[in-house]
């Protein structure tokens, strides 16, 4: 009995790429649990520092108004603090993960490693952001645990605390990933940071209630999209909302649609990617 020869392959055949029918779900959870293993390896700076933090926040509003603000919204200060500080902590944890695993790949060298590997745009996009999220999550989770102890916290509608803390996370991932492909250098990053993210966060609500704003100045906060971020996720805690939830769901879904189109259209193109 003869064994079957392996017929030879020619140069081209050799060559060619290999081809996935629908979705190549090996190459995007490799890529997924990368970027997961990237912060977890470091959780003390990227978990366990920002969680301190946020206490720290907690501690010096509250100790330092001490009676000056008992209640907001007909809820103890503390109980309506909380909420924007898990949320802010989540946003920035978030868009931190994504914008610095880019741009470091870019500074190094290695963004070849994202690149090469035979993934869709798409599936790079889900890949990186949801490391981003997760982490955006797991910094939410881990604050939430550590003020228990601290604040009395309800939670009065848990969807509307799960839908925004997931669309929260997924929003400042995408935006890190576009800010990462933007910036060539640490100082563009240092500027988005500080010039955007942040001005965004502290201003959407986190410390204090928007509507005790003047009229013009709560307009200027419906335009910020954290603030719909921060509203809808405290809502979730005590049940009191300063905007329009119904507006809040549909400027998150809205914003996160066109973010993921445009990081596709990034990575689709290679804008700021490729030599």
Known sequence: ????????QTPDQALAPRHYSTINWVGLWTLYVKEVRRFMSVATQTILAPMVTTLLFLAVFVLALGHA?????GEPYRAFLAP???????????????????LISKIQGNIVDLLMPPLTPLERTIGVAGGGLTRGLTVGIATWVAMVPFVPLGIAH????????????????LVGVLAGV?????????????????????????FYSAARLPEFWQGVAHMNPLFYVIDGFRYGFIGHADGSLTAGILVLLGANAVLLWLTHRLFATGYHLKA
Do not use: C, Y
């Not at 603000?69 to 919204?73: C, G, I, K, L, Q």
């Not at 848990?158 to 991932?173: E, K, R, T």
């Not at 060539?184 to 001005?199: C, L, R, S, W």
């Open 182 to 206: 933007w910036a060539e250098k640490f100082d563009h990053m240092a500027a988005i940071t500080n010039f955007v993210v942040t001005p965004a966060a502290f201003l959407s609500g986190t």
């Open 84 to 102: 924007g500080l898990i949320m802010m902590a989540i946003t920035q944890n978030a868009f931190a993960n994504t914008s610095s695993s880019i």
């Open 1 to 8: 009995m003869t064994t079957p020869r392996a017929v030879p």
């Open 158 to 173: 848990p969807l509307f605390i799960l839908f925004h803390a997931v669309m929260a996370s997924l929003l400042m991932s």
């Open 69 to 73: 603000v008992d209640e907001v919204a």
